[in-house]
């Protein structure tokens, strides 16, 4: 019944970006704030509805050239949003199974995580769609 966050970097006041389940429409979820100011825009990618009980492989991509949001979920491509604002970095912690929002922890994931990791560059399509433990990285510049 509560949004449950798996992955997210913290910024001073917001998430740079967050990787979620939306209990409001029960699907997976990729977004991430405007700016790290009060009042920052949130956008968005939903995704695909979420099965309990199953693991359930996740990748969400920030690509900055095409200004969009991709949100992959067991190797399929199923929600894209443009993110048309200005790309800024947020140099908190990355957060395991919570986010930090207004200097408190909360949505905790109830559910186990693992095998996370966080690339520097929008992995290609392929890598991203890959299912596989180890996705090959065609690129990182």
Same mark, same amino acid.
């Given at each position: 019944t509560e949004n449950g966050t798996f992955l997210s970097? &913290? %910024? !001073? !006041? &917001? &998430? %740079? #970006?967050?990787?979620?389940?939306?209990? %409001?429409?029960?699907?997976?979820? #990729? %977004?991430?704030?405007? !700016?790290?100011?009060t009042g920052a825009v949130w956008r968005a990618a939903y995704g695909s509805k979420a099965t309990t009980g199953r693991w359930t492989h996740l990748v969400g991509v920030y690509d900055a050239t095409a200004k969009e949001l991709r949100l992959y979920v067991n190797g399929k491509l199923t929600a894209t949003r443009d993110w048309t604002y200005t790309p800024w970095n947020a140099t908190g912690p990355v957060q395991i199974g919570r986010k930090l929002s207004s200097g408190a922890y909360g949505e905790y994931a109830d559910a186990a995580v693992s095998n996370v990791r966080l690339y520097p560059t929008a992995l290609p399509p392929a890598d991203a769609a890959a299912q596989g433990d180890n996705p090959k990285v065609a690129q990182l510049d």
């Open positions: 970097q &913290n %910024g !001073t !006041t &917001n &998430n %740079g #970006f967050q990787l979620y389940y939306s209990s %409001g429409s029960q699907v997976w979820a #990729f %977004g991430r704030h405007s !700016t790290d100011a």
